[in-house]
DNA sequence: CTGAAAGCGCTTACAG
DNA sequence: CTGAAAGCGCTTACAG
């Protein structure tokens, strides 16, 4: 529902009371004719101006329903994003926005003509654009900017740079919350499923881990990191490759859920229990960690929040405010659940003291 | 003689003159008011066809930029949603058309005034409404009919009325192959989990079941038919009754993905095993039926190409194209993967032989 | 140059 | 339901 203000709209015949002048002529100073004195001229565009006087045309072009925000996501398919969708849908209603979503791959996205998608966006009066998981060039980003057209990115791949705006997740402080908990939980093997080495995030999920390792003393082990994908696939394959180390690890920390998700397959296929006899924390805290068995323990990203955080940014930026910061990060929880347990030696160990 | 230049542009008068109406109805009809009756809507609705009549409003819509739908998805947060509007959003980029996207409850969608929202999107240019799983009241259809939006409803919940163009699956059918498959196993003792009553996929999906078990003498058993949600919370409950019933069924064929996954999570809590003490087929043949253990027997929707389907029938809509039928089923399919066997009591049987 | 008056195209309020 | 009448916001033609 769109709020009418009190404060009447400016018609024509405010303009011309508060300059003193007749309709008509208001009327031939916009439509550019020759035949009005020069001064006449500059206190009507004076009071033009001070009015914020539109046309019913300009009113019309300036886009005359509610503001509307393009938004596009990379792979649609999965939970993480569908997530970011719900939240960023979800407060776009309350602010009475709208929401063109294009689902687009990055290759695509990447040999776009920019300049010419700006000026789309611009014709149909968008009022910002929002990235997820995405990467956007300096060049492109420039495209955009000249039309004041604002730009977000959710959860960038690049690290930040100043000049892009973003909203990501504390990332490092998950990393390490998840390698804190295990090692809480008496796991010295502790291995770490990354997704690819260009994501920003990735890398910094992987520091936590380390600096979780490093300020227990506990050396890092290179087999016990492997880079990889964000999928289940990669899941089953670093699993395959941990296990038939001659010392596996006790506790696998996956850089996503999905990742998880396969880890959790693998091991049931090799009749490895978990959390019995292996740990495992997940990234992400989709729906996903409630529907397996054992439920997942996960570092949760507040992935409807980023979404809500992105549209409100852009709103923001639209409308001439300022940003606090560029790239803000929202805090990620360990959300602890079934799938994480004390390594077997220490139980063993604990049986025999009693 | 009067000779009137053809170029003339057709002016609201002109249509009246026309139609035989004033302007004044001829400004009702463009605007969507109701109080114009039908025949003369009809007159004045060829007479403004005739003249290429376009207010300003639509002038200024119809020239600029790409044609637009809006699409309203009751409950974004499930894979069915998300892959039907993968499907819709996909066909969309490759016919330069772009979707508006809101995540809208059906309490909201019910109560919402549909005369406004019509309205809001007619003076917007919008060529079409797509709704998912939802249901949509003559009254309202009449809102959007009356501008020239066509509206077109996914998987509706409501049986299919004519004037009502919907796209939806073999739903009585996929019921039908998922119980023969069962069947076909050697199992008689098969339970349905339903959705809502008040769903009309599920209904047929009911009688598909239903209809498999006639046709191959075998009686149906009241207390193995339970309706509830599409949920897994549902398939949790169910599966509780059912196997504490003095003879619990062999197999389980459960209305939704959801619902499956429900029972193999309760199924796995009680020890029991699938498939080989308790078969299991879902529905909808989301990505989810790849990811559990075992991967789950289920019927497939084409819900991508549903998505696709939907769009495709808006666009001919709104050109002016009619369409060969009001509702349309995509033909479901039944895969088979690791949640059914034969029934314990047959490979038994099978073993006493050898 | 300027603006009263007429006009244009559309919408609104309301009597019948 | 319908349309005469009044109104709205803007533009045009023209007298001064």
Redesign the pocket.
Known sequence: MREKKPA?????????ALA?????????V??G?????????ARVQAALEELG?????Q?RAKSHGPAMVDLVIDGLNNQYALEVLTGLLDFAASEDVEVVVSNVTPAKLHSANHEEWAQRMADAGRKGLILVTSEITAKALSSFSRRNIPVVVIDPLNPPRSGIVSVGATNWAGGKAAAEHLIGLGHRRIAFLGGPNAAECNVARLHGYLAALMSHGIESIPDYVLMGQFSAGFGVEGTRRLLALDEPPTAIFAASDATALGVLDEARRQGVRVPDDLSLVGFDGTALTEQTLPRLTAVAQPLFEMGRAALRSVLRLANGEVLDADHVELATELVVRDSTAAPRIHRAAAVARD
Chains 1, 2 share one sequence.
Do not use: H, M, Q
Request: aromatic share 2%; proline share 9%.
């Open positions: 009447a709209k400016p018609v024509l015949a405010t303009v011309a003193g002048v007749s309709a008509p002529t208001v009327s031939k916009i439509n004719r020759d035949d009005v004195a020069a001064g006449t001229r006087y539109e046309s019913p045309v009113r």
